[in-house]
Structures are given as C-alpha cells and as structure tokens.
C-alpha cells in the first residue's frame, strides 16, 4: 500500500463509496474474500449477486487511499410480513488491521440512512452471541435485541436477532404493544436510531 501505514491511516483517507455492478471484477472478488475471512458463513456467488445486483445502492465500501477494499457492509430492502418495510444488513465486515477506526459504524450508519431515505420502517440482522464487538456496534447505533435463535449458523452457534425501528408506530405494531400501552403513563419504543459520536 502506498501512503502511511495502516495503524497511521487518516479517517480523511478512507474512501466510502456505493457499490457499482460496473466495478464487479475489481471488488467482488475482495468481497468474497474478505466476508469469507471474518464470518461464519460460508456464501456462494450467487448469495453475492442476489444482493448486489438487486440492492447494489444499499452496499457501501470503505477503500484505502490504493482503492483497497478494506470494509463492506451488503444490506437490502423490501417488503417484510405484515406489511412493513424492512431493510436488512446480511453482511459486514472490515478488515483487522483497519479496526477501530469507526469504519464499521461508518458503512452501517451509510446503510442506515439509505435505507430510511427508501422509507424503511424497520432494520433487521443477525449476528453470532459470541460477537460481542459486532453487538456492541449495533447496540449504540440503537438496535435492539429481538430474538436468541439457537443453533441458527451452519457451523452450530447461535445467534441474536437485532431489530431497528425507524418508524413511530412500528415498534408497538411489530411487538403487539399497542394494547399494552393504551392506559398507561409510560411510552412504547418507537424508534431507537439515535446519532454516536
């Protein structure tokens, strides 16, 4: 890499950009290779190309001043049960020695904002129990744990299901708390998208 070395990397320097199905051959491959690397799943081409080609506007890349790959995060958006609008980050990653840099809050942040532009009522993941670093992200974005699904990765762990309502009125509606809060002084969640510095 040309430029300061890693641990030395400016915020300034890093690039974020939409993914483009014109830069396939340049990225995919780095994708594919760094997902591989730091997630559980094990994906196919064509997981990839299902995102991409449909949802290329909801994945963001972070590049080095080299245009390097060196974070990813690959999201999509469409109609859930129910009727709402939910978007859904599938997957994230940034490569390690690039860690701590914010570059992970970053690209969710890109990923959360689109999707709310595109009128999202809610924003959906996965992620392993044992992923404390990836919970603690999401949690101060303002996702809530929704769900414990056990055994729900192929290699055998389990996983929590994070929820973001980013509409009034979804939470209560999603959770059935409508009711439960009809005579009472306290507030359902509504939404829980709220700005870290």
């Known amino acids: 890499m040309s430029g300061p070395a890693n641990s030395e990397l400016a915020e300034s320097e890093i690039q974020y950009v939409q993914y ?32 991409l080609y449909q949802w290329g506007d909801l994945c963001f890349m972070a590049l080095n001043p ?5 974070g990813v995060i690959i999201s999509k958006l469409e109609p859930h ?7 859904y980050i599938a997957m994230l990653a940034v490569k390690e020695e690039y860690r701590g840099k914010g570059i992970a809050t970053k690209l969710v942040r890109m990923a959360i904002d689109t999707m709310i532009e595109k009128d999202a009522d809610e924003i959906a993941l996965e992620t392993e129990v044992t992923n404390t670093a990836a919970m603690k ?3 101060r974005l303002g996702f809530l744990r929704s769900k414990r699904l056990h055994r729900y990765y192929l290699n055998g762990n389990t996983a929590f299901r994070f929820l973001l309502y980013v509409k009034e009125g979804v939470a209560t509606a999603a959770m059935g708390y409508d009711d439960a809060y009809e005579n009472s002084d306290q507030q359902p969640p509504t939404s829980a998208y709220t700005e870290v510095s």
């Open 20 to 51: 483009q199905s014109e830069k396939e051959t340049t990225y995919l491959p780095a994708i594919r290779q760094m997902i591989s690397k730091d997630l559980s799943e094990p994906y196919s081409i064509y997981v990839y190309r299902y995102f």
């Open 66 to 70: 080299a245009d390097a790959l060196i």
């Open 81 to 87: 049960r129910g009727g709402s609008l939910r978007g």
């Open 137 to 139: 992200l999401y949690e």
